[in-house]
């Protein structure tokens, strides 16, 4: 009996994270997200503080004084380059097809299919093959690219991109900030990235376990509230 009841609620569980899943195109469960960086944040996008794992068909990386950075979108790689000024290397990107990294010069990217985007209302998803892409076009639409092409793509959008990211995070901060209030031990303790401000939230179970919009939503607040 204990067996039947615990092969139900594993499907039951099974289930549950494939509708999840189901919900968002471009997550994937944890087990099978590569994570390159280390530590404590490991598991957030290095600008926008994103969980990794729920945006990871569209997950890009790049070296930095010899270590890595890993990121929700090629928006938020371009910004840490561009805006703030940080020399990358090795730019690599998710093979939508093996779900590994790859080097971003080896990819073929599908622009602007009916799957969402990431950070910009502009979809770019990479494939290891031109075979693998020219299917996804075929089925969801978009242009093909390669990485030089989408890179010049991107840096001439990426203005209007980041502030319509900053006007939805300005709202998620004022949630923020009544969820924190309400739910949270208050911490004097100051953060420079969303990534750490999730991460300590995360850790110490000041606001108890919590996770997605809210986890999101709090570390934004934590690391703009001074």
Same mark, same amino acid.
Do not use: W
């Given at each position: 009996?204990?067996?039947?009841?615990?092969?139900?609620?594993?499907?039951?569980? !099974?289930?549950?994270?494939?509708?999840?899943?189901?919900?968002? %195109?471009?997550?994937?469960?944890?087990?099978?997200?590569?994570?390159?960086?280390?530590?404590?944040?490991?598991?957030?996008?290095?600008?926008?503080?994103?969980?990794?794992?729920?945006? %990871?068909?569209?997950?890009?990386?790049?070296?930095?004084?010899?270590?890595?950075?890993?990121?929700?979108?090629?928006?938020?790689?371009?910004?840490?380059?561009?805006?703030?000024?940080?020399?990358?290397?090795?730019?690599?990107?998710?093979?939508?097809?093996?779900?590994?990294?790859?080097?971003?010069?080896?990819?073929?990217?599908?622009?602007?299919?009916?799957?969402?985007?990431?950070?910009?209302?502009?979809?770019? %998803?990479?494939?290891?093959?031109?075979?693998? !892409?020219?299917?996804?076009?075929?089925?969801?639409?978009?242009?093909?690219?390669?990485?030089?092409?989408?890179?010049?793509?991107?840096?001439?959008?990426?203005?209007?991109?980041?502030?319509?990211?900053?006007?939805?995070?300005?709202?998620?901060?004022?949630?923020?900030?009544?969820?924190?209030?309400?739910?949270?031990?208050?911490?004097?303790?100051?953060?420079?990235?969303?990534?750490?401000?999730?991460? %300590?939230?995360?850790?110490?179970?000041?606001?108890?376990?919590?996770?997605?919009?809210?986890?999101? !939503?709090?570390?934004?607040?934590?690391?703009?509230?001074?």
């Amino acid at each position: 009996m204990k067996k039947i009841v615990l092969a139900i609620l594993t499907i039951s569980l !099974a289930l549950s994270a494939s509708m999840q899943m189901g919900k968002n %195109y471009r997550a994937v469960p944890a087990s099978q997200a590569e994570l390159l960086k280390s530590g404590p944040e490991k598991m957030y996008c290095s600008v926008c503080g994103m969980t990794l794992p729920m945006f %990871y068909r569209t997950n890009h990386a790049a070296d930095h004084d010899h270590m890595h950075d890993q990121y929700c979108s090629i928006t938020c790689a371009v910004e840490d380059a561009v805006v703030n000024g940080k020399q990358l290397t090795n730019f690599k990107v998710v093979d939508n097809t093996t779900l590994k990294f790859i080097p971003s010069k080896d990819a073929y990217f599908v622009v602007g299919s009916k799957k969402p985007g990431t950070m910009s209302m502009t979809s770019k %998803y990479a494939f290891g093959t031109k075979e693998a !892409a020219l299917k996804f076009q075929k089925n969801n639409g978009g242009k093909i690219m390669r990485f030089d092409e989408l890179l010049k793509l991107v840096k001439k959008s990426q203005a209007k991109d980041m502030a319509l990211t900053k006007k939805r995070q300005a709202k998620a901060i004022k949630k923020g900030e009544m969820m924190y209030k309400k739910m949270c031990k208050p911490t004097s303790k100051e953060f420079v990235s969303t990534a750490q401000a999730k991460a %300590y939230i995360k850790s110490s179970k000041i606001c108890g376990d919590i996770k997605g919009k809210k986890l999101q !939503a709090i570390g934004l607040y934590l690391v703009h509230k001074n």
